[in-house]
């Protein structure tokens, strides 16, 4: 199954919320995973409950960091919000890099906020995977 891995720098927030929305919207076939750019942090009890208060499922992954098993694994890396200093390289099929703001210290409505504003761009690339399966799976 072609995966997208979305990175944060602590896997509490940020690519947690990018991995539940994309897994909502992903092409038939497609899945998602997360992890932190640096040191991993438990998941922000923010997270589940403002994905299902928007009736999504939050991710059950234990908090983890990248490494280059899980990068060359991945069809598509997407660096959610970018850390201070991006260590190695992100060798995938296809790297983005988002640079959104970090949701670490938003709550109530501004997080929510910010989960929506994600939707546009997970949306994007759900097309983007979708457009791209048959050679991406090649």
Do not use: N
Not at 83 to 109: I, K, Q, S, V
């Amino acid at each position: 199954m072609p995966t997208v891995l979305f990175l944060c720098p602590d896997h509490a927030v940020a690519s947690r919320l990018a991995e539940a929305l994309f897994s909502a919207d992903a092409p038939r076939g497609w899945g998602a995973t997360s992890a932190a750019i640096g040191g991993a942090a438990p998941a922000d009890p923010r997270v589940g409950s403002a994905l299902r208060a928007m009736g999504l499922t939050p991710p059950g992954i234990e908090p983890r960091v990248w490494d280059s098993a899980l990068v060359s694994f991945s069809k598509v890396v997407v660096v959610v919000v970018e850390p201070e200093d991006l260590p190695g390289p992100l060798a995938a099929a296809a790297t983005f890099r988002w640079r959104r703001e970090d949701p670490r210290g938003l709550t109530g409505r501004p997080l929510l906020e910010w989960i929506e504003a994600m939707r546009a761009p997970v949306h994007a690339l759900s097309e983007y995977c979708r457009e791209r399966t048959p050679r991406m799976l090649g």
